[in-house]
């Protein structure tokens, strides 16, 4: 098994770009085992991307948490969006999901390549349970709001083509309008019950260190309201969609998923900025709770 | 062996001609029963669709088999008609080509619609008539169960069958299907009659859909349609009100103005709910006025929209055709082979038996002059006299069969039977 030691992040790069090439070249012209390559090269990465997960996991933190640094919450984030594609395509054969679901996949792998060397969680951190569901819970809202997002892309483009009346002999093939629209949906919906409990795991987690010595992220922080607001955002969303119709029919489902998306890019962007949750933060949390603690001595 | 085949088709015999010559089931079955009182010797079948009649006659022997001449007076005397009267219209067929032509027809090469799968139906039905009253037609078997595999290698080997090209087909399988995922929770609203929107119903049907209702100024035919699809009949006025409902609409009515406009519908678009609905619009002049596709999740597809998608897919079907006519060319070149190899199997085997003859009478009459004893020996000289025997006719029987291959071979066949003295 010393094989599976030597998989790197190209391997399975190069199998969903090679994936991603043959879902491109499907526009183009036929070739009768395509499907077949597509999806193996698919396996293949994620097979590969899953050893190395597994490997990079035990090599940190033993055996527990993958959730070890921001690099590996992008890079299993971007396992399941691929694992995503795969049941996807298998489903749904003809159309060509993989357009736009693998170069997030892709992106995601490129943004855990550039976070590599940002320094990981705090070991103990990442083995609280607390943690796990905090970190878990938004991983999982993460990659299934970005699949929300494609299916509204996709929805888009279809409405679009159909609109214009454009031959359905194009290469060119998507899932069925009402497919899309409902599972923009329930992506939304999903997401957000997931972010609801990224979010109260969050402060369970805030309430826990401000008990002990490690009073680490609270509410102040800006990480913390700005996913509040996209949490709220998220449930208005949910919620007027589900009390009025036309809110969740057609074209207004994709914007409203866009909506969210965008606030969870922005949100993504502060805290990989940040680096929230890894060990730099903790202390430089502790060092403004020491200053904030010496000034209410002082005065 | 001889094939035969006269017959009738759209692309070169008028309707006129070709009703004329149409049978009906039972029809076939009383000209077939003529025809083997008439050629007690000979196989027929009959194939007898809306586009064509073909009349197919097999025989072992060429001359039991009847002309072309007899053929077509068979079929003038069998619809009554004058020989003179459809003549010129009808076309012949002999052996090869006879059995191309039957390959190319249960292939849907030759069909009106090229690639509609029903003309193998029909042609099977037509073989399963023929032998429901005669006890044997091995030629006929031969050729047709070979037409049928022929049109499934066709089928599967190349594309021809795979896109559609009919209006109702194109806007349910194609366009519906890119907006809807199922149709059993979809109300339907047909708007109009005719005959389009019927066959467009048997594919939505098809597809699940239960919820249908139909809008027509005629009640009793809107009833009448309905009833046939299991679905509920409106009075015309009541058009808006089932628009309100309905998630597709197919609308085929003869007005001569759009019925549906933009203004009354966008006073139910807030009814609507912005539900999405799909309208094919199958009526010319159109039913529903153009700007209705501006409203959001309105999906509105006219005739001429659906018409350039059949004729890309027609034309999509027709490239397929070289690739289509290669398995033909080669299952024709392997049938004729198959059936000469046959026209010698006999003769061989006359052979066979008369060297068989010779030898055993030289094995007893040796037996008898040496006094053998010795099964043994016996058996070893009826072996050695087998090995004779097959040397010797093993270069002339290899010959006929490398004549069978390539063709008819009724000159080494003839130059056998003389040779050996063999009557049929």
Redesign the interface.
Known sequence: MDFLSKITVTCFAASYLVALLCEISRLFFRLPVRWAIMFGFGVAGLFAQGVYIVLQTKMKLGDHSPLASWSAWCLLASFLLVASYLWLTYRHPKAQTGLFILPLGLALIGIAELMRETPQFKESSARSIWNSVHGGSLLLATVIMFLGFVMGLMYLF?SAR??Q?L???TRFK??????L??STERALVLSTVLMGFGVISGFVLAAIHSNGAQKSVGVGDPIVWSSMVMFAWCLGVTLVGRAY??VR????MAYLAFSCFFFLLLELALVLSAGHGNEQDLQSAKRIDGIRSAQEVRS | MKFQLVGCSHSRTSIEIREKLAFSAEQVQVALKQFRESYPNSEAVLLSTCNRTEFYAASESESAIPTHQQMIEFLARARGLKVDEIRSELFTESDETAVRHLFTVASSLDSMVIGEAQILGQVKQAYELAVQDSLSMPLSHMAFQTALMVAKKVASGTSIQHKRISIPSVAVCEFARQIFERFDDKKILVIGAGEMAEETLVYLKAEGANRISVVNRNMDRALELASQFDGQARPWKDLMVELESADLVVSTTGATEPIVTSGPFGKIKEKRMDRTLFVLDLAIPRDFAAEIAEFPNVYLFTIDDLQSQCEENRRSREKEWPKAQRIIEKETGDFMAEVNRRMTGPTIKRVRELAAEIKELELVRLVNKLELRDEKIEKEISISFDRLINKLLHPPLESIRDEARSGEPTGLLNALKRLFQITD
């Open positions: 279809q159909l609109k009346r031959k359905t002999a998507l899932p069925s309008l009402e497919w629209q409902n119709k036309p029919s057609g074209r207004k």
